[in-house]
């Protein structure tokens, strides 16, 4: 097997018979350490900007005088504009050079990051996070189809993507922790936090990445199918995330969510009849690409509600503070981070459809072990197992994901297979994250007296999407493992 940064094995095909793939590989050197590195970065950066503003929400409202409901909107915006423009994203990655695409959301990730931490105003700072958010709709499927078309499928992918998971881990976890220690002197340098890793990486990246393919043709892209799309995600999201507040049998959110659905179901239609469609149906309908999809919404819907509902026991029922509960979810960073690389080799040996079940089982393990938390939970006994299983278990299923989303798909719909899956991801997170809250609140308001009403049946409510989770990697099939020679 060659080291990272020498010539791509001969012989690695598309599986879908892209023209002209096969000799791309051959001549094409596969990307150094170094061009990893420099992707890896930009995940990091990306998944603290999610993580860290959680912690600084109730500096932001006193210092701008928020409303609780403006100040929602922090968090909310950037989820809108990741989860609305990942398809199109992906899509123009696909058309107009991946690195292209890469470097631009890159420089204007960190631009919106200087403006959010000197914005005077909650207007202005929601405005920022969401065209952070944008950004990172167009930065997550370039960055991922960088790796999955410069590294060959096999081991040496497995690799790569092991690697990307857990500066993705690293960076969640690590911005919960920066998130509480920056908040103390201001939450400013919460939102200034991106910059120094997006010049670092524009600059190394222009260095560094390889440069787009030159003379080929350059697809138009679908107007309407990416108008049609966009906007409805964006409502979509929009919907999911306001239904809290004004309710979600209200006249106002029943609109919303049938405006949505108009919106996608035109989109399919367009997509039926378009002559080069922004996401081919028969994309849409393969087994390995709805059943990865519907594994990664089922998985991180039922962590994001998990990380949720830990953070409020830990602080109102235990009395921890914003640090100490940023600390508890570190032995998941560090449990990932160690595992993670390794997830290739497990899915090289043991099958990738094996190793997402496997990761799924230790997943609902995890969330089963949360029903143990009382009002007198200890660190060692009770919340670090909870946390170190969890870690091993995102380790063995995120990576998987990846590598199935992309497995035998061109390298020409390489940008659209990850931003499907992060699309996935994103709409699983806000949508089963909605449905616990209900859920808590519900339990709440029949008991108002008991400060763990409702939280053992959110958890239930997280275990049992696990478990649809797991039965949709039924879905998964993988061809004969293709190896390095």
């Known amino acids: 097997m060659r080291k990272d940064g020498g010539p791509a094995a001969a012989g690695v095909r598309d599986t879908a018979g892209a023209p002209g793939t096969e000799a791309a590989h051959e001549a094409s050197p596969t990307p150094g350490t170094w061009a990893l590195l420099v992707l890896c970065a930009a995940h990091f950066m990306d998944t603290v900007d999610l993580s860290d503003v959680g912690v600084a929400l109730p500096a932001i409202q006193r210092d701008l005088g928020m409303t609780s409901g403006s100040l929602q909107w922090v968090v909310s915006a950037y989820a809108l504009g990741y989860g609305g423009f990942l398809l199109l994203g992906g899509r123009v990655a696909d058309l107009f050079g991946r690195r292209r695409v890469f470097l631009t959301a890159v420089a204007v990730f960190g631009a919106v990051s200087v403006l959010g931490a000197l914005a005077p105003t909650g207007g202005l700072l929601i405005a920022a996070r969401l065209a952070k958010g944008v950004a990172a709709g167009f930065l997550a499927p370039a960055a991922l189809s960088l790796i999955t078309t410069g590294w060959p499928e096999g081991p040496r992918r497995g690799r790569a993507l092991g690697w990307y998971a857990t500066a993705g881990a690293c960076g969640f976890v690590g911005g919960l922790v920066l998130g509480g220690v920056l908040t103390e002197l201001s939450w400013r340098l919460v ?236 709409i699983g997170g806000a949508v089963v994250l909605a449905l616990v809250t209900a859920v808590v609140e519900a339990g709440q308001q029949a008991d108002p007296a008991d400060p763990l009403a409702g939280y053992g049946a959110g958890t239930a409510v997280i275990v049992a999407t696990v478990l649809a989770g797991l039965g949709a990697t039924l879905l998964v099939r993988s061809g004969p493992d293709r190896r390095d020679p």
């Open 191 to 426: 939102f200034a936090l991106p910059v120094p890793l997006a010049v670092g990486a524009l600059f190394a990246g222009r260095r560094l990445l390889p440069a787009d393919p030159r003379g080929g043709t350059r697809d138009k892209i679908d107007v309407p199918g990416a108008l049609t799309a966009t906007a409805g995600l964006v409502l979509l999201v929009y919907a999911l995330a306001q239904a809290p507040s004004h309710g979600w049998l209200s006249g106002r959110t029943l609109v919303l969510f049938a405006a949505a659905v108009g919106l996608l179901v035109l989109f399919l239609r367009v997509e039926s009849r378009a002559r080069r469609p922004l996401v081919p149906l028969s994309f849409l309908t393969r087994r390995a690409t709805a059943g990865t999809n519907l594994t990664i919404f089922a998985m991180w819907g039922a962590y994001t509600s998990f990380a949720f509902l830990a953070t409020l026991h830990l602080q109102n029922v235990l009395g921890w503070t914003p640090l100490q509960t940023a600390g508890a979810f570190v032995p998941l960073g560090l449990a990932n981070g160690a595992l993670a690389p390794f997830a290739g080799r497990l899915a090289a040996r043991f099958g990738v459809p094996r190793t997402i079940a496997a990761g799924m089982l230790l997943l609902a393990l995890s969330y089963a072990l949360f029903f143990r938390l009382g009002p007198d939970s200890s660190f060692l006994t009770v919340v670090l197992p909870v946390m170190v299983v969890n870690g091993i278990g995102t380790a063995a299923t995120f990576p998987a994901l990846n590598m199935s989303a992309v497995s035998g798909v061109p390298d020409r719909d390489q940008g659209l297979a990850g931003a499907l899956l992060n699309t996935f991801m994103q």
